[in-house]
């Protein structure tokens, strides 16, 4: 099944491919703002399910899921609506509309398993897999070339970031910072900026982090392991 991604921060877009990829879903494309979208779903097969942001420039999220309701080629396409806390009493306007679910802001990948399991069901494509299979220890490999001009936070991190990075880790290991300390640490030495400024760069920050903290503490387990 394909699926389309629609989205103007590429960080969001990112986290989007990223995370449907985890739970078994790799037939995805995306648009930046809706007159892209609006010429992918006029292509040949057209995709199973579409995934949108409310807020962007130009036409919003709710005038491309109009416009979708309206086509008879995708009028019975599943969509789901990116939204932040502060949209969500504009959920039952969409809901109106033809909307099927929504997705908060900054999206978890354990939530949008559920919403992909819950309109499977509905919907006839397949559930996402893997979410509940043990997992396995992973080898740690060079980042590839690839992979790294791909992550929208390439250029970001610098060399000298990686010592205050980790002195950061450290402290909230230790229970001497926040996670929000963290963060606003984070926000003001690499991204210059405030954390509120740069919530999504910020979370794709963490989750990247994180899953290099569980990839090595998984690689140095195994060492041991009897």
């Not at 590429?10 to 930046?32: N, P």
Request: proline share 5%; hydrophobic share 40%.
């Amino acid at each position: 099944m394909k699926i389309l991604v629609v989205d103007d921060s590429k960080t969001m877009r990112y986290v989007l491919i990223t995370a449907l990829k985890e739970i078994g879903y790799s037939s995805i494309i995306t648009a930046e703002c809706v007159d892209v979208a609006k010429t992918l779903l006029a292509a040949d097969p057209i995709p199973g399910l579409i995934i949108s942001d409310w807020n962007m420039p130009g036409a919003s999220g709710l005038d491309f899921l109009k416009y979708v309701r309206s086509n008879t080629r995708t009028k019975e396409t599943p969509f789901i609506m990116l939204t932040t806390e502060t949209d969500r009493n504009k959920i039952v306007e969409a809901t109106r509309a033809g909307l099927q679910s929504y997705l908060l802001k900054p999206v978890k990948k354990n939530v949008l398993a559920e919403k992909m399991r819950e309109l499977s069901a509905a919907y006839g494509f397949p559930p996402p897999n893997g979410e509940h299979q043990p997992e396995r220890v992973k080898v740690i490999h060079p980042v590839s070339e690839e992979d790294q001009e791909s992550h929208p936070l390439k250029g970001v991190v610098k060399n000298e970031h990686i010592a205050l990075v980790l002195d950061a880790y450290n402290k909230v290991w230790n229970g001497e910072l926040s996670r929000i300390g963290f963060e606003e640490e984070i926000a003001r030495e690499l991204f210059k900026s405030s954390r509120e400024n740069k919530i999504e760069e910020i979370e794709l920050f963490m989750t990247t982090v994180l899953d290099a903290a569980c990839d090595a503490i998984k690689y140095n387990l195994l060492k041991i392991v009897g």
